[in-house]
């Protein structure tokens, strides 16, 4: 994998990974509490005719905490971002909040976005449509004495499997704890409930929607929904995979946005 970078955006500085090669570049955006690395699979697959670049959204992996975690300011960021790498128009690939994030990103920035890749992201990510839209991690430790022990702390409050969660953990001094602040994710989880359809259907752009049937987050309904009524856009399920499609089956992910890169 690329070594880590990072840009200064707002006096901030923003992390990200360039993965190489000398293909169309690709802005992929993760979700809350994930981090760059989690797309080294996918940008492995889709070399050499794609380049993958990971932004490290604010307050995650190693980017600057922020004064505010909405979703205007990770928009702001990602937008920045391109610019100062000189890459628009780019394919932005986002899960889960970042998804809504790359799907706001073409609505108010069209000139950066030539086609988008959205992968679980709820357009209407709140009650009822989605019954949890904020996981609670406020009594997540803070630390401890080692990686085992901080899964077993995590999953003892009810997370069947901490894996996605513990590639943002690292040995700090005093033990073993997350890259991202507890109360910051908080405060990011609740700015992102809303209804953001009217910036889901503003864009034009070819996007394509990955969707696991088993999904916590993005009910089938919608996502049916979600492809009906936003024209230029193409729906791939995924049955048996829930939220974390590019973990679940990352062959059949890969497979699925590779197919689509090769048409736009």
Same mark, same amino acid.
């Given at each position: 994998?690329?070594?880590? +970078? ?9 992390a990200y990974v360039?993965?190489?090669g000398?293909?169309a ?11 760059? @690395? ?5 940008a492995a697959?889709?070399?050499p ?7 490290e ?5 190693? +980017?600057? @905490?922020?004064?505010e975690f ?5 928009v702001?960021d990602?937008?920045?971002?391109l610019?100062?790498?000189d ?11 970042g998804?809504?994030? !790359? ?16 992968a ?5 990510n =709140?009650q ?7 996981l609670?991690?406020r009594?997540?430790?803070r ?10 702390q995590v ?6 499997? !901490?894996?996605?969660f513990?590639? +943002?953990?690292?040995?700090h001094?005093d ?15 609740q700015?992102?409930v ?24 993005l009910?089938?309904?919608?996502a =049916? ?7 230029n856009?193409?729906? @791939? ?6 939220h ?21």
């Amino acid at each position: 994998m690329t070594a880590e +970078s990072h840009v200064r955006v707002d006096g901030r500085r923003l992390a990200y990974v360039d993965f190489g090669g000398t293909g169309a570049p690709v802005l992929a955006l993760h979700g809350h509490f994930g981090r760059a @690395r989690m797309f080294a699979p996918l940008a492995a697959a889709l070399a050499p005719g794609h380049r993958v670049i990971a932004l490290e959204q604010r307050g995650h992996g190693h +980017s600057d @905490r922020a004064a505010e975690f909405t979703p205007a300011g990770y928009v702001a960021d990602a937008a920045e971002f391109l610019r100062r790498l000189d890459l628009g128009p780019v394919v932005v690939l986002g899960h889960s909040m970042g998804g809504v994030v !790359a799907f706001q990103l073409a609505a108010r920035h069209p000139e950066l976005v030539r086609a988008l890749v959205v992968a679980d992201a709820a357009a209407r990510n =709140r009650q009822p449509e989605v019954a949890h839209p904020v996981l609670d991690v406020r009594g997540w430790p803070r630390r401890a004495p080692t990686l085992r022990a901080l899964r077993d702390q995590v999953e003892a409050l009810g997370i069947p499997d !901490a894996t996605y969660f513990l590639e +943002s953990a690292v040995e700090h001094p005093d033990g073993w704890g997350f890259l991202f602040d507890q109360a910051d994710m908080m405060a990011s989880q609740q700015a992102l409930v809303g209804d953001w359809w009217p910036d889901w259907l503003a864009s034009t752009c070819p996007a394509l929607l990955v969707h696991g049937q088993d999904s916590i987050v993005l009910p089938t309904a919608m996502a =049916r929904e979600m492809a009906g009524q936003r024209p230029n856009t193409r729906l @791939r399920e995924f049955p048996g995979c829930g939220h974390w499609v590019h973990d679940d089956d990352p062959v059949g992910f890969a497979h699925a946005v590779q197919e689509f890169l090769d048409t736009v």
